[in-house]
């Protein structure tokens, strides 16, 4: 009788290892789109990837990668070097330097402090990639995506005080009725991002969102369904920035969801192209095990983090809503 063996799954030492060589390429690359590298590495990890799918997706995707400028990095001043692209280096070196002093948890901690105002940068990714980078347990990986975040800061308006609390469907509500500003020539989801923020009426309105013990919640499902509904790629974004921002929850400031995360939320729901969708339809859904499979086969880096995400917000707040993302990103029908 054939007997076959089942292929070896990846382990922490090559996540190690792979993040390790990572830290020669550049976070950005063609520009400004993020480098999803280590982030989707992680998340293969997690999902249970074999030691030679998680290879050979990882020299597949460097493949369109840059590399990091060697260069030497010059003291950083916070006040003038946060939203600096060519601070990223001196960041790394700060950021290092903390997590040496402080040990991971204080020196993010301390972090947070900093960067929380920030949360949007780089389209969420530089919450994203720190978020990845603590599930990883990774010093190196840590600073990278702590200083991603810093060199991309990108803080946006909210107005103190500005009226009372809103229930999420009235914010939705508010944010709908705002004016559509006109967008620069390509934007990026970033770009977009600061042109809602800059319409009239968006800082009284984002902010206002009533922040309950559920808040993160009430948001990443808002997300998850919308992002079902529609497929949006700027939404998907919205999903895997929750799921960071759950990652991270032990090391907020306060024990309340950070204002600053609900006003990004805002301007990455503005825009989206994506109706907000507050309900699903009551289709019945593929398994956790069989759509894990399948974005484990996936190329594109995007689809294995949003399983990854919805995969771990479900299993703290079951929902169908996580499963129907996910088939959304792999082109299920949900049947």
């Known amino acids: 009788m054939k007997t076959t063996t089942a292929a070896a799954p990846a382990t922490l030492a090559q996540l190690h290892h792979l993040l390790d060589a990572g830290q020669a390429l550049s976070p950005t ?75 991971s948890g204080g020196a993010l901690r301390e972090a947070l402090g900093l960067l929380l105002p920030g949360v949007g940068a780089a389209a969420f990714h530089g919450l994203i990639r720190t978020g990845h ?22 803080p946006l308006p909210a107005a103190p005080h500005a ?22 020539p390509g ?48 939404v998907l974004h919205l999903l895997t920035a929750s799921h960071a921002m759950s990652v991270l929850q032990p090391w907020w400031p306060t024990p309340d969801l950070p204002r600053a995360f609900s006003v990004a939320a805002a301007a990455g729901l503005l825009a989206s192209s994506a109706a907000p969708a507050s309900a699903l339809d009551r289709l019945p859904s593929r ?11 996936q190329d594109d880096a995007h689809v294995i983090k949003i ?6 917000l479900g299993r703290r707040w079951p929902d169908p809503a996580w499963r129907r993302a996910v088939e959304r990103a792999i082109h299920f029908d949900g049947g």
């Not at 398994?287 to 086969?297: G, K, Q, V």
């Open 133 to 154: 980078a603590v599930l990883a347990g990774h010093e190196r990986e840590l600073a990278a995506g702590l200083a991603h975040w810093t060199a991309c800061f990108m």
């Open 187 to 234: 934007s990026l989801i970033s770009g977009r991002m600061q042109a809602w923020a800059g319409t009239a009426g968006f800082a009284a309105v984002a902010g206002r969102l009533h922040h309950g013990p559920d808040a993160l919640r009430d948001l990443a499902l808002l997300a998850a369904r919308t992002y079902a509904s529609s497929g949006d790629f700027t």
């Open 163 to 184: 009226g009372a609390p809103l229930a999420l469907a009235d914010w939705l509500h508010a944010l709908a009725e705002l004016p559509r500003p006109a967008y620069p």
């Open 29 to 103: 690359y063609r520009g400004q789109l993020s480098n999803h590298l280590p982030m989707a590495q992680q998340a293969l990890l997690a999902l249970g990837a074999s030691a030679a799918r998680l290879q050979a997706w990882s020299e597949g995707h460097e493949a369109m990668l840059e590399p990091r400028i060697s260069a030497r990095p010059a003291q950083v001043v916070v006040e003038r070097d946060l939203g600096r692209p060519d601070s990223d280096a001196a960041w790394r070196a700060y950021f290092a330097a903390r997590i040496g002093e402080l040990g």
């Open 307 to 312: 399983t990854h995400a919805a995969w771990r």
């Open 287 to 297: 398994p956790w095990p069989a759509l894990i499979s399948a974005a484990c086969d």
